[in-house]
Structure formats: C-alpha cells, structure tokens
C-alpha cells in the first residue's frame, strides 16, 4: 500500500495526511472550501482563489481533463487545491492536458486522499484558516513555527489585475464597455461581448480621465481576491466615475462599489463558495440559485447610511447580495451572474447593464 508523503497542518494543530500531485512547492494558504461538484478548472483558474488552498467537497477530481476554451484567466493564481480522489486518466473528447500537468505549470500545490469531509467540517465549524501543506515527516512544532513566522500576503489584486489594457470586441458593436480588471473571470467578457458590447479591460490603477479618454457606453468592476478595503484607489475611481455612466460591479467590485457609497464590509466565517447559494431578488422576490466565491461580505447595518437600496438577500445567512441607486445607475451583485461553473439564474444583470446603457444613448 502506498505511504502517504504529503499533509496539511492548520493553525490549530489539525494534520491531514494525503499523497502530492500536481507542484510539490511548501505552500502556507489560506484553507476555504468549495461545493461545487463540477467546474474545477474554472475554479483553479478564478483569479479570486489567490493564495488560497482550495478544498473540493465532490471526491472525484480530474475525471474530465483539462480544455483550453474553459479557463478563466490565463495564469492560474490558486495556491493548491485539496481532494479526496484524484483521477489522471480524463474522460472527455474536449480534454486538451490532465489536471496535474497544469498545477505543475503554474505551481499549484495538490494534496490527494485527504479526508475532504472531515477537513471541511472543520473550516466549517471554526472558520477558514491559515494552513500548511508540506512533505510529511514535517514535525507539527516545526510546521506551526511555519505559520506563525509567515506574513499573510496583501496587494493580491495588483498581482492579479493586468498590467496594460487589452481589449475583446465583436463583429457588430453596440455599446463600449471599461472594464476595470481586479482578478476579473474571462466568461465575464464573454458574456458581455454575447450582448453586443466591445470590452476593453483596464489595469484596477487606472485613472477616471484616462476611462473617461475611452469614451465609454458603461463602465464594469470585476470580482478579485483578497479584502476589498484594500483598494484605495478602486474605491475612489468609483466615487468619481458614479453618476456619470452606467456602472455594474460582481463580487469584489460589489464590495468595492458599497465602500465607496460609505457602507462597510467584514469577513465572513468561512465565506461562500460553490454553485447552488440561493439568493432572493427583493424586487420579484423570486428565489435565484448562484454561483458564488467570495471571503467577504458588505454590512447590512452600514448600508442604511448611504444612498444604495439592497436588492438581493442570501436566503441561507441573511449577507447582502445586491445593492443598487438608480439614480446613480450603478448596481452590483455579491454573486457571479456569469457562473462558470455553476447555474445561470441571474444573466439577466448583464441584460440590466445593457439596457441602462441603451437608455443614456438615447438620453445623450
């Protein structure tokens, strides 16, 4: 029987055992969890997973290979990811390279045959944590000198975002949108461009003239890793770009749009992530089941000093999941409309964003 020769240590002291695919690099990650029981290689390829350690709750990871059409950045950023059965042998006609040769290519750290139900159990009931994955004859004094001797990385949406603009247009253009790129998810431009929209994406430093010299329909705030207060400068491009186009933001850019309008936001527990979160629209009060990634959450308290209307309610815990003011015609989601992976309940915000564009054309 093989012997197991990596583990994860949290900060508590908790040792997991498993068997390394995948990069063999020591890895100190922030340990979170995912229930999505397909999709991923849109997860290890979403920019908001940076120097995070990925649990899969689904025990069979690999199965369907790897396809170049479903990355969702260029450069994967995730730090490791963690699940119970991993399968070298894919299964797919679309399937370009295995699982593990992508984690060798861009340093992702695997960790196979961990007990995924225990170890999520336990990020459930005391919070994600700092965690080290690491060869296993490390000592577990040795491997906490580890993690408290380590300094949890800040800046992740300048390592992520662009580092010049780059444009995606269609045949037939209607509208021009900005996209302002903190870890922004490609299905997102894709989904953009299916409405008519040529996209060009921005670094998340650039100035309000220089969006304004491109002579925008709409401007849009992508999701991203890390915690949004973090982005000064985000938040001010907001609160100088408000009111004078249509503005729509996702996940990180929700939390940055909410900071700008005065409101504040917090760490959850252990955050959302996975593809079935149920979310209410409070203007149909219909119930929406989204795809969602995400360690924090804007205060529902807060936002009652501000200008913004909450729109969507998280069924499960309460948390903010849309906010809006019309009268500014900015709107943004806590969740990911554009899924990849999960359900598409909620394109229609992209439909939203569109329409509020159309409506300033014929207003000009």
């Not at 729509?248 to 527990?269: E, N, R, V």
């Given at each position: 029987m093989?012997?197991?020769?990596?583990k994860?240590?949290?900060?508590?002291?908790?040792?997991?055992?498993?068997y390394?695919?995948?990069?063999?690099?020591?890895?100190?990650?922030?340990?979170?969890?995912?229930?999505?029981?397909?999709?991923?290689q849109?997860i290890?390829?979403?920019?908001?997973?940076?120097?995070q350690?990925?649990?899969?709750?689904y025990?069979?990871?690999?199965?369907y290979?790897?396809?170049y059409?479903?990355?969702?950045?260029?450069?994967p950023?995730?730090?490791?990811?963690?699940?119970?059965e991993?399968?070298?042998?894919p299964?797919n006609?679309?399937?370009?390279?295995?699982?593990?040769?992508v984690?060798?290519k861009?340093g992702?750290?695997?960790?196979?045959?961990?007990?995924?139900?225990?170890l999520?159990?336990?990020?459930?009931?005391?919070?994600?944590?700092r965690?080290?994955?690491t060869?296993?004859c490390?000592?577990?004094?040795?491997?906490?000198g580890?993690?408290?001797?380590?300094?949890?990385?800040?800046d992740?949406?300048?390592r992520?975002s662009?580092?010049?603009?780059?444009?995606s247009?269609?045949?037939?253009?209607v509208?021009?949108?900005?996209?302002?790129d903190?870890g922004?998810?490609?299905?997102i431009?894709?989904?953009?461009?299916k409405?008519g929209c040529?996209?060009?994406?921005?670094?998340?430093?650039?100035?309000?003239?220089?969006i304004?010299a491109l002579?925008?329909?709409?401007?849009?705030?992508?999701n991203?890793?890390?915690d949004p207060?973090?982005?000064?400068?985000?938040?001010?491009l907001?609160k100088?770009?408000?009111?004078?186009?249509?503005?729509?933001?996702?996940?990180?850019?929700?939390?940055?749009?909410?900071?700008?309008y005065g409101?504040k936001?917090?760490?959850l527990?252990?955050?959302?992530?996975?593809?079935?979160?149920?979310?209410?629209n409070?203007?149909?009060?219909k119930?929406?089941?989204?795809?969602?990634?995400?360690?924090?959450?804007?205060d529902?308290?807060?936002?009652?000093?501000?200008r913004?209307?909450i729109?969507?309610?998280?069924?499960?815990?309460?948390?903010?999941?849309?906010?809006?003011?019309?009268?500014?015609?900015?709107?943004?989601?806590?969740?990911?409309?554009?899924?990849?992976?999960?359900?598409?309940d909620?394109?229609?915000?992209f439909?939203k964003?569109?329409e509020?564009?159309?409506?300033?054309?014929?207003n000009?």
């Amino acid at each position: 029987m093989q012997s197991f020769n990596r583990k994860i240590i949290l900060e508590n002291g908790e040792e997991y055992p498993g068997y390394s695919f995948g990069a063999t690099d020591e890895k100190v990650v922030e340990i979170v969890f995912n229930t999505s029981m397909v999709g991923y290689q849109e997860i290890i390829s979403d920019p908001s997973y940076t120097d995070q350690g990925v649990v899969m709750t689904y025990p069979l990871i690999g199965n369907y290979g790897m396809a170049y059409d479903d990355y969702e950045s260029q450069t994967p950023s995730v730090s490791a990811l963690i699940v119970k059965e991993y399968n070298d042998r894919p299964s797919n006609f679309r399937s370009e390279k295995m699982l593990s040769e992508v984690m060798k290519k861009y340093g992702i750290s695997g960790i196979y045959g961990v007990d995924t139900r225990k170890l999520t159990r336990s990020i459930r009931d005391f919070g994600s944590r700092r965690a080290l994955i690491t060869d296993i004859c490390v000592g577990k004094e040795q491997a906490l000198g580890i993690l408290s001797g380590s300094e949890a990385p800040r800046d992740a949406v300048a390592r992520v975002s662009c580092k010049k603009s780059w444009s995606s247009n269609v045949s037939d253009p209607v509208y021009r949108v900005v996209a302002v790129d903190c870890g922004m998810k490609l299905n997102i431009v894709r989904s953009l461009n299916k409405r008519g929209c040529d996209v060009t994406v921005v670094p998340h430093d650039i100035s309000s003239e220089e969006i304004e010299a491109l002579k925008p329909n709409g401007i849009f705030f992508s999701n991203g890793p890390g915690d949004p207060v973090d982005n000064e400068c985000v938040i001010e491009l907001v609160k100088k770009l408000r009111g004078k186009y249509p503005i729509f933001g996702i996940c990180l850019g929700h939390q940055i749009i909410s900071l700008a309008y005065g409101a504040k936001t917090y760490k959850l527990k252990f955050g959302h992530r996975g593809g079935n979160h149920p979310v209410k629209n409070l203007e149909t009060g219909k119930i929406e089941i989204t795809s969602q990634n995400h360690s924090y959450a804007v205060d529902k308290e807060s936002i009652k000093n501000t200008r913004l209307k909450i729109t969507h309610i998280n069924i499960l815990d309460n948390t903010v999941e849309g906010v809006e003011c019309k009268e500014d015609k900015i709107f943004s989601v806590q969740y990911h409309p554009e899924s990849a992976p999960g359900p598409e309940d909620s394109t229609y915000l992209f439909d939203k964003f569109t329409e509020l564009m159309r409506e300033e054309k014929e207003n000009a």
